[in-house]
């Protein structure tokens, strides 16, 4: 819902907002009346606050708190109180709403595969080798590429997000129309989510779209794909390095990731005939065999049985041709963006290399 500001101005306002130059207009007020000006202004923004409804006042929220008590024996009195206490957060709905500008790979590309994470990735992946080999051993997803995700998304657990989650949700679910039905199944699981944990609702903070801990899952994805991997009879992902590790690799093996399998390949073109490939998307469907055939080779040794899918990207002015498989289009399962991905694989692919050296 959005709340109009201005319509709820005080009558006696209404002079201010029509020439707000006469706050300054000594010709207009004394002194002694320009020291009132703060105490008219509070009294304004109060009045303007106060009508927001809170959330446990509203009828939807009401009528979701019934589906939760029927469908999940949620204990009403719980919900009653934490609902009282959420904030509807405008900021959020700014941020949430605002498209994300149009940059290049290149600056993309910057933001995380540079020398800061590279070096905090090495120091992350010896601090923590254990654990990222047993989830190698496990889930058959390499090191450098747990490492490069947890990098990326919260600089290895460094900022994983200020918001509420009780706030991020509730303020999605019920005041942003356009994806209200994933957020408010998002918040139905992270209520489910706090009551097998035992953590308080109003505790957990994470980013203003509701994801969580060192990883960044939604709650959804927190209560399919997160794992005690510390054994230590909970999962916390917020807390625990161990078990955001067994997570990250849980979640690419649930998704279909492929040991020992390429993630990634240069191609070169050499014909015309490749924009149908590239607009077929990044789904691996179509065999090198076919794409050798239709003039687009691979510049490294991959078997001609092998999906693929034909993605380019434009780096200082140059058009580059790559060929993504399987364990790439998994890593866009976790943040469905071409750019994240290959931001992912450089990032673990130079992490590995400097470790090495």
């Given amino acids: 819902m959005n709340y109009n500001f201005r319509?709820?101005?005080?009558?006696?306002?209404?002079?201010?907002?029509?020439?707000?130059?006469?706050?300054?207009?000594?010709?207009?007020f004394s002194g002694r009346l320009l020291l009132f000006i703060p105490i008219i202004l509070l009294t304004y923004c109060?009045?303007?606050?106060?009508?927001?409804?809170?959330?446990?006042s509203r009828l939807e929220v009401r009528n979701f708190i019934t589906y939760m008590l029927n469908q999940h024996q949620y204990d009403m009195n719980t919900l009653e109180e934490v609902f009282s206490q959420t904030s509807l957060r405008p900021d959020i709905?700014?941020?949430?709403?605002?498209?994300?500008?149009?940059?290049?790979?290149?600056?993309?590309?910057?933001?995380?595969?540079?020398?800061e994470?590279?070096?905090?990735?090495?120091?992350?992946?010896?601090?923590?080798?254990?654990?990222?080999?047993?989830?190698?051993?496990?889930?058959?997803?390499?090191?450098?590429?747990?490492?490069?995700?947890?990098g990326i998304e919260t600089s290895y657990g460094a900022s994983t997000g200020t918001y509420r989650i009780m706030d991020?949700?509730?303020?999605?679910?019920?005041?942003?129309?356009?994806?209200?039905d994933y957020f408010r199944e998002e918040l139905e699981q992270y209520l489910l989510l706090a009551r097998e944990q035992k953590f308080g609702l109003?505790?957990?903070?994470?980013?203003?779209?509701?994801?969580?801990?060192?990883?960044?899952?939604?709650?959804?994805?927190?209560?399919?794909?997160?794992?005690d991997f510390n054994h230590d009879g909970k999962i916390d992902l917020s807390g625990s390095v161990a078990d955001a590790i067994g997570s990250v690799g849980n979640y690419l093996k649930a998704h279909g990731w492929e040991a020992d399998q390429p993630i990634a390949v240069r191609a070169r073109i050499r014909s015309e005939n490749f924009q149908e490939f590239l607009d077929a998307g990044i789904k691996p469907l179509h065999s090198v065999k076919k794409l050798r055939e239709a003039g687009i080779v691979p510049l490294d040794s991959i078997?001609?049985?092998?999906?693929?899918?034909?993605?380019?990207?434009?780096?200082?002015g140059n058009r580059q041709f790559w060929l993504g498989f399987k364990?790439?289009?998994?890593?866009?399962?976790?943040?469905?963006?071409?750019?994240?991905?290959?931001?992912?694989?450089?990032?673990?692919?130079?992490?590995?290399?400097?470790?090495?050296s």
């Fill in 7 to 28: 319509s709820a101005r005080p009558a006696s306002l209404h002079f201010l907002a029509k020439d707000p130059s006469i706050l300054i207009n000594f010709s207009y």
């Fill in 46 to 56: 109060s009045s303007c606050l106060a009508t927001q409804p809170s959330f446990i």
């Fill in 93 to 115: 709905l700014k941020l949430i709403s605002t498209p994300a500008s149009a940059i290049s790979w290149d600056e993309y590309r910057k933001r995380f595969v540079n020398m």
């Fill in 117 to 150: 994470r590279i070096k905090g990735g090495v120091g992350f992946w010896d601090k923590h080798a254990a654990e990222l080999g047993r989830a190698r051993e496990i889930y058959g997803v390499p090191e450098e590429i747990i490492v490069s995700i947890i």
């Fill in 168 to 180: 991020a949700l509730t303020t999605l679910a019920f005041d942003f129309p356009r994806r209200a």
């Fill in 202 to 227: 109003l505790e957990i903070k994470g980013s203003y779209a509701g994801a969580i801990g060192i990883p960044q899952f939604m709650p959804g994805s927190y209560r399919r794909y997160a794992v």
């Fill in 303 to 316: 078997t001609d049985d092998t999906l693929s899918a034909l993605f380019e990207l434009n780096s200082q």
């Fill in 327 to 356: 364990n790439f289009y998994v890593i866009t399962r976790y943040n469905r963006s071409t750019f994240y991905a290959m931001s992912v694989f450089e990032l673990a692919r130079a992490i590995r290399i400097a470790r090495s």
